[in-house]
T-cell receptor, first 115, second 113 residues
Framework: NAGVTQTPKFQVLKTGQSMTLQCAQDMNHNSMYWYRQDPGMGLRLIYYSASEGTTDKGEVPNGYNVSRLNKREFSLRLESAAPSQTSVYFCASSAGGAAGNTEAFFGQGTRLTVV | AQSVTQPDIHITVSEGASLELRCNYS??????LFWYVQSPGQGLQLLLKYFSGDTLVQGIKGFEAEFKRSQSSFNLRKPSVHWSDAAEYFCAVGAWYGNKLVFGAGTILRVKS
């Protein structure tokens, strides 16, 4: 029972480089989320996808793009990394759907450092 | 849009003492409410949730929380804290529509022996 799987677990980028964080869930969930976690800021929502085929901006979308590739996968792309994007990134999923069930299940996180 | 406030950034309690972590939310309709716990270097684990019904909900590890609509609060409690409870705790509110889940800034719990 894998749940939510994120790759990679750690990454160091140089300023201006690009990369994609991958996330996959095996719970047949409708909704998926990307958060970043910074000390004292809690988890801030970057983008979310309420259902396959839809994506919406969260609180801090600037500098990021997302793709809901299919129901299982939701990727986060940094086109031109900046030191301000140094953070721990979490992917999550929830059943969602008409009932609005937002109980989220989290991956183990990706620790990204931009130098 | 929904929002969550956790007024206490750090709390220190003695082992065996009672604990209450505060959470206030803002949302125009009946919310989904959650408490999550995060141990250092780990992901988030769900402690408990409120969707509807009984306003006092029980969770794992001996935690409970009470939903008070009049105060827009969902405070987390534990009668007797153990050293292993030291962690960061997050309150979150989910929306009925749009499936958006928003977190508070977190409260770091330290337990002293």
């Amino acid at each position: 029972n894998a749940g939510v799987t994120q790759t990679p677990k750690f990454q160091v980028l140089k300023t201006g480089q690009s990369m994609t964080l991958q996330c996959a869930q095996d719970m047949n969930h409708n909704s998926m989320y990307w958060y970043r976690q910074d000390p004292g800021m809690g988890l801030r929502l970057i983008y979310y996808s309420a259902s396959e085929g839809t994506t919406d901006k969260g609180e801090v979308p600037n500098g990021y793009n997302v793709s809901r590739l299919n129901k299982r996968e939701f990727s986060l792309r940094l086109e031109s990394a900046a030191p301000s994007q140094t953070s721990v990134y979490f992917c999550a999923s929830s059943a969602g759907g008409a009932a609005g069930n937002t109980e989220a299940f989290f991956g183990q996180g990706t620790r990204l450092t931009v130098v | 849009a929904q929002s969550v406030t956790q007024p206490d950034i750090h709390i220190t309690v003695s082992e065996g003492a009672s604990l209450e972590l505060r959470c206030n939310y803002s949302y125009g309709a009946t919310p989904y409410l959650f408490w999550y716990v995060q141990s250092p270097g780990q992901g988030l684990q769900l402690l408990l949730k409120y969707f509807s019904g009984d306003t006092l909900v029980q969770g794992i590890k001996g935690f409970e929380a009470e939903f008070k609509r009049s105060q827009s609060s969902f405070n987390l409690r534990k009668p007797s804290v153990h050293w292993s409870d030291a962690a960061e705790y997050f309150c979150a509110v989910g929306a009925w529509y749009g499936n958006k889940l928003v977190f508070g800034a977190g409260t770091i719990l330290r337990v002293k022996s």
